[in-house]
């Protein structure tokens, strides 16, 4: 591969790398009220996300709700969370693959462990496709908020397969609605569908009284 094509593809990447949206170093944290909607159940507490990216659930009293909403706000915050791009890909290559019909541009990735590839289009990561241990896992972006600051990914597909036999096991569909609250951006409604063994559950996630935390 041509040194000129390895450096194109790095840069390419790094834009739109670079374009998303992420919280500053100033990023005092929040707290929020939750209710988490799943069927014809309803639960209520709330949610404090630290300075320093802690995450705490409280007033839930069902452990697997609890849980199971701590881990998908630490997946929210690993997006929103800064990382240079030199301590997340500086010890990856990349390659520039096929263009797609809209217009995305794939990008093939060497040093990452987990195998990731990337597809860019108009300065935004718009397709990752990754392998972690038992399943390979392929997410693609639908829909966007340009924040002024970087753009937020609303709505988009995750599709679980396994990597030995390609057979799809889960797919989830995620829309996500973000406000301004101060200087930042925070969720404050996450609907995500989940088809899985011939059966479609929808869980709806709403955060209200976003609130800043002191510094």
Known sequence: MPATQTLDAQALFRAAYENRYTWDENFPGFTAKVTLIE????????????????VEVSGIEDEHVRESLYNQLRDVIVHRKRNSFEAAHGKNTFQIGQTDASGAVEILV????????????????????????????????????????????????????NPQTNEVVRQMEFEDTYVPVGNYYLMSRQVVHTHENGQTSTVEIRFDDLQLLDD
């Open 39 to 54: 069927g014809d159940r309803t639960y209520q507490g709330q949610v404090k996300v630290s300075r320093d990216y802690s």
């Open 110 to 161: 060497s040093g990452d462990a987990m195998g990731s590839n990337y597809k860019v289009r108009d300065n935004q990561i718009v397709y990752v496709s990754r392998v972690m241990g038992r399943v390979a896992f392929a997410i693609t972006h639908r829909e966007a908020l340009d924040t002024g600051s970087g753009y937020i990914s609303t709505n988009y597909v995750a599709v679980f397969r």
